[in-house]
């Protein structure tokens, strides 16, 4: 599996592993971090391991805010039914945010039968829960890995199910579907079975199959920005920021919106048909057709100052007067506000 960008995520996914190679389990374990995937593959493998052939019975699950850190103490304090061990999982629990002095207090000496499994997606380092369970347990940080890590990532599970495939097409496989983890993984599986009979994986395969998730959803970002639907454009913004699409690439895509009304707005004051103009913006007919209708909400005036706009805070972050992310915030509003 790769690593997180972390240079401790190797170091911390072998203790977890050799914990469950001897059977003998820490008081408690935090997995945490950004990747969804890994997480998700550490809580799981570490549940098993934990439960072992024991009981459900002895599993408690606790999940969202609001939980009562009196109440998962006194199970913590029950002892197990016929098992070695009671697992008491807690997710998305706030805890590691806002703090828990009852459950980190209690760490500090709790029931042996017992073994905690936290998951969150962030937390605070500075916070009592982080310390209690870095001094007694186990964290382990599940950032997305880095460029080259997921490049070794996508390289060993090709591998692994018989294919071989360039660094190439890994490069283009990416850019295609984006970096969320359990995202990747659905789209080789639609490869693997795609390309069954053969032993290598070819950016053609990739552009059959794999959806251009990453690319639809900014196009739909852009789309709500055109269409004035503000909360629509923000929400997929903030999605796409957690996906770690960068900024960048964001506000290109809202520059080629602008500039394909633009020249559609030019061609239909000039009375170009539809399918001539579908041509020259490089677009299917229904596409053209969207986009020559949504020119009658704006003036060329509008367009050309939503581009100068774009221009003006892309050269803003460059030369560092700007933030790149409230960069493009400022666009969107701007941009998707009715007037």
Known sequence: MAAGKTSDYKVKAEKINQDIKSGSFRPAYLVYGDEAYLRKQNRDKLKAALLGS????????YEGVGINPLEVIDMAE?????????????????????????????LKHQSETTVFLFVESAVDKRKDMYKAVSKTGLDINCETPDEQQLYKWVAMKMKNEGFAISTRTI????????????????EME??????????????????????NWLTSRIFEMTDAIVMKNQAKAMNIYYELLALKTAPEQILALIMRQFNQLLSAKEMAELGVNKSVAA???????????KIMGWTRSYSMKDLKDSLNMCLESDEAVKTGRLDRIISVEMIIVKSSSRK
């Open 54 to 61: 024991g009981d459900a019975m002895n599993l408690q699950h």
């Open 190 to 211: 639609k490869l693997v079975s795609y390309c069954l009979g053969r032993t290598e994986v070819t950016e053609k395969d990739v552009d059959a199959v794999c959806a």
């Open 78 to 106: 029950t002892l197990p039914f016929f098992a070695e061990r009671r697992v008491i999982v807690i997710e998305d629990s706030g805890f590691f945010k806002s703090g828990c002095p009852e459950l980190a207090d209690y």
């Open 171 to 186: 490069a283009y496989f990416i850019n295609r579907v984006g970096t969320d983890m359990s995202n990747m993984v659905h």
């Open 279 to 289: 041509s020259k913006l490089g677009v299917p007919p229904f596409v053209a057709d």
